[in-house]
């Protein structure tokens, strides 16, 4: 590609940057905010047009003659394929490039399968949404995975998963486009990162500093700071679930460890010491029908795993500042049992102004956070200016 091309397709990149947030725009518009001459603007929005990215809508206010037209992004030009993975369920959704979903399918599926069944079920299922969508391979801009264990961003591969035998370091991008008709983009991330993704384009997409924790069988934090996720330098930021709490000095965990958050306050760890008072609880879903049923004893319970939580997520206040701090996960449907149990050290502990404007707020999203996450994931992956740069979408 020439030095020309090359600025020629970074300019239109730009250009449409700026024409992602759905809010229609005329090209004198976009010349003014962008400081290129409007013949300039002109042949980028053509360009924009030929590849189906942007659409013409409504005209705009005439000032004298014809009214301008108008434009604006084009979800329908491509759609991308958003998969949540649990431990025991599975989601699968396509959706356009504004995350709106057009079809999904979801069933009860056991993760410690192992990944090629898992994901030849991935597979399969999307094809079948995208034929009835009337839509193929070739219409998908990228395919986003979120799956329930640390992952290294950079491979998009799990790192020593504790609930997904057989999934360790394996090359779940790979095999995917292996068994793909066609190339098309790959992204995988834990599940806590997409479901802060999922929490902040559904509930919060002006806020730019959002923690979402996940409390179920394990505990993690997604962390938006900047209006970026946050992942760190292996993908692990937010593993707040091996974190030591003093209480639990003596309580072993998974990990080796003893004294871990998850060893205290995760739905099964709640659910075992309730047992060791004599209450018949198994899972955290045990636990989540004693508290709807007003069981005292579970109740307590659930505010100390909250009170547990909050300690940990005190030095993450005074870390990272956030805005919101959004609980959700299969715990969080204990409701404000939970929540109050944070609030309290939180608000506590914390220095006032970081605590000032904070919210720490049940998940808006709530199960939807995960598919949701997983489709902002490939969004964002394929309206990049990279990725446009790179002519993929429009091919």
Not at 103 to 126: K, M, R, Y
Not at 304 to 310: H, P, S, T, V
Request: glycine share 12%; net charge negative; with cysteine.
């Amino acid at each position: 590609m020439t030095t020309d091309s090359t600025q020629s397709v970074t300019g239109v990149s730009q250009l449409f940057q700026l024409l992602r947030d759905g809010v229609p725009r005329t090209r004198a518009e976009l010349a003014k905010s962008t400081g290129l001459a409007r013949s300039t603007v002109a042949v980028r929005v053509d360009e924009l047009m030929r590849m189906g990215l942007i659409t013409p809508v409504a005209d705009g206010v005439s000032t004298g003659g014809r009214p301008p037209s108008q434009f604006a992004i084009n979800p329908a030009a491509k759609v991308v394929v958003a998969a949540d993975i649990g431990a025991s369920h599975a989601t699968v959704a396509i959706t356009d490039l504004t995350g709106q979903v057009l079809d999904e399918h979801s069933e009860e599926l056991d993760v410690a399968l192992g990944p090629e069944p898992v994901l030849t079920w991935l597979i399969q299922s999307a094809t079948a949404l995208l034929t009835a969508s009337g839509r193929t391979v070739g219409d998908v801009a990228a395919i986003g995975i979120g799956v329930p264990g640390p992952v290294e961003h950079s491979t998009g591969q799990p790192v020593n998963p504790p609930i997904m035998p057989g999934w360790d370091r394996f090359d779940i991008p790979g095999w995917i486009q292996q068994h793909l008709p066609m190339p098309v983009p790959v992204l995988v991330d834990n599940d806590v990162n997409i479901m802060a993704l999922g929490e902040r384009a559904v509930a919060w997409p002006g806020v730019d500093h959002i923690m979402f924790v996940k409390v179920s069988t394990g505990i993690g934090t997604g962390i938006i700071s900047g209006g970026e996720l946050q992942r760190g330098a292996q993908g692990i930021a937010g593993d707040i679930g091996h974190v030591q709490v003093a209480r639990g000095a003596n309580v072993p965990c998974q990990c080796g460890n003893r004294g871990c958050l998850e060893a205290l306050a995760s739905g099964p760890a709640i659910a075992r010491a309730l047992r060791e008072q004599g209450i018949d609880a198994h899972t955290g879903s045990d636990v989540v029908d004693l508290v709807k049923r007003g069981n005292i004893d579970a109740i307590q319970a659930v505010r100390q795993a909250g009170r547990d939580i909050g300690e940990v997520l005190t030095t993450c206040v005074s870390l990272m500042n956030p805005s919101i701090i959004a609980i959700g996960g299969s715990m969080a449907r204990v409701g404000e049992h939970l929540i109050a149990g944070v609030r309290e050290v939180v608000y506590t502990r914390s220095t006032p102004l970081a605590t000032e404007y904070l919210s720490i707020v049940q998940s808006i999203a709530a199960d939807r956070a995960a598919v949701l996450g997983a489709s902002m994931l490939a969004v964002e992956h394929a309206l990049s200016p990279e990725a446009l740069s790179s002519g993929f979408i429009a091919s």
